[in-house]
């Protein structure tokens, strides 16, 4: 039986994140309780800025995006990573995998552009706080979050339809957690050359426009920072930063150290544990870090556990 695209491979075998069998157990409850922080803590976020009235501003209408992206995110490979510390064989179907590959990319393109429109909502916020209102209205922040999940979608739709053209031949086994374009393109028995080029345009594309973008804003940021006279304010404008600024550390660094760790030839297992950090502990840590580190959020929280306490008393 020959899959949608004519390859002699209808299901794939995800070889894990190590194949050494005193690690399966450990890293099992390990993912298990990172998925778990992931899920309760991007849910609570979420409802916490949907039912705060004082959260309805654009810096929250972003996190709240943010929040759901990586609960959607978590959830495409989480499940089928935690099947292979479990089971001999971790077997996903040709479809399957393509269909993991193409919400993946939709997913991790979208956060890339949703931390970028934070960071110009922080300039603006720092910048040109006068204007704040009126440059990010609604229309605006709703156009900027379409944008970003547009983003997504089409850098998405051009990898998954450019690996939908390749055969797979006998080679099934993907060195890997999940259905990623790298570990996918080294299966493939015909021309990766479409496919190598698409990846450096588009991936090059969408880590190099948000990175000047993000960069752009906190060179501006950081020049208005300075320029306020009161280390009181310097310290209250830069803590409106900082939360912002290690999610987006987190999230770029890891995503480009696997990349170049990739290209390099032997380096797969180093670029398997790198990815952990941007598709594992980036999703868990957002919600941790927006909230300890974010007065609004703290008082949201604290007034939200008087209220249950309230309803629970009477």
């Not at 309805?56 to 989480?78: C, K």
Request: proline share 3%; net charge positive; charged share 10%.
């Amino acid at each position: 039986m020959l899959a949608r695209n004519d390859s002699l491979v209808t299901e794939f075998i995800l070889a894990g994140l190590t194949d050494r069998p005193e690690l399966q157990q450990p890293l099992f409850y390990l993912f298990l309780v990172i998925y778990i922080v992931t899920m309760v803590g991007n849910l609570g976020l979420i409802t916490l800025i949907g039912l705060n009235s004082h959260l309805h501003t654009p810096m929250y209408y972003f996190l709240f995006n943010l929040s759901l992206i990586d609960l959607f995110y978590s959830s495409v490979f989480t499940p089928k990573m935690l099947m292979n510390f479990v089971l001999n064989q971790n077997i996903i179907s040709y479809s399957g995998c393509m269909t993991q590959l193409f919400f993946f990319l939709f997913l991790v393109i979208s956060e890339c552009y949703m931390l970028t429109s934070m960071a110009y909502d922080r300039y603006v916020a720092i910048c040109n706080p006068l204007l704040y209102k009126v440059t990010m209205s609604s229309q605006v922040c709703l156009g900027l979050i379409f944008a970003a999940y547009v983003m997504g979608f089409a850098g998405a739709t051009t990898h998954t339809g450019c690996m939908l053209r390749l055969t797979f031949c006998s080679a099934n086994i993907i060195n890997h957690y999940l259905c990623d374009i790298l570990p996918l393109l080294q299966l493939s028995c015909t021309s990766t050359y479409v496919n190598e080029m698409v990846v450096l345009i588009v991936v090059g594309i969408n880590i190099t426009v948000p990175s000047f973008t993000i960069l752009i804003s906190y060179i501006f940021i950081l020049t208005s920072i300075l320029h306020i006279k009161s280390t009181q304010g310097r310290s209250k404008a830069f803590s409106t930063c900082s939360s912002h600024i290690t999610a987006i550390s987190l999230f770029f660094g890891s995503a480009v150290f696997m990349y170049v760790k990739y290209s390099s030839p032997g380096s797969m297992e180093q670029g398997k544990v790198s990815s952990v950090f941007y598709t594992n502990v980036g999703p868990m840590l957002n919600p941790l870090i927006y909230s300890l580190r974010n007065k609004d959020v703290k008082m949201a929280l604290r007034k939200a556990l008087v209220t249950t306490q309230g309803r629970n008393i009477f």
